[in-house]
């Protein structure tokens, strides 16, 4: 087994607050950037959390790929998102793909600044 897996923190997102709280339309969103990358989704859940007394309430999205997943989760109150895309290049390279992801999600959310981390995972890591 061998893949990549990309995760990435997100800090001041100054994106449209809809981005942040609304999950069909960051779920949609999701659907369609895997695709644009050549992707695969094969299953998708979109959950929206209730608001509190922090603020309105985040989304979780999640998109399972033929080739692993995407993870998105929001925090509208601090105007964070954390991102996770896991490829494994077990019947092809696909890296430069989870790449494309990960920069098309970064955009979408307009972060003031990020922590971003790789990390090869299985044989030959």
Known sequence: MQGLHLTADLHHCRCDAAWLT?????????????????????NQLF???????HGPGGITATVLLAESHLCVHTWPEQKAVTLDVYVCNFSG?????????????VDRFV?????????????GA
């Open 93 to 105: 390279d696909h890296s430069a793909k989870a790449r494309g992801l990960m920069q098309a999600l």
């Open 22 to 42: 609304n999950a069909a339309k960051l779920g949609d969103w999701c659907v369609q950037a895997v695709h644009a990358v050549g992707l695969q989704p094969v």
């Open 111 to 123: 972060p003031e600044w990020t922590e971003q981390r790789s990390l090869d995972r299985g044989d």
């Open 47 to 53: 959950h929206a959390f209730p608001a509190t007394a």
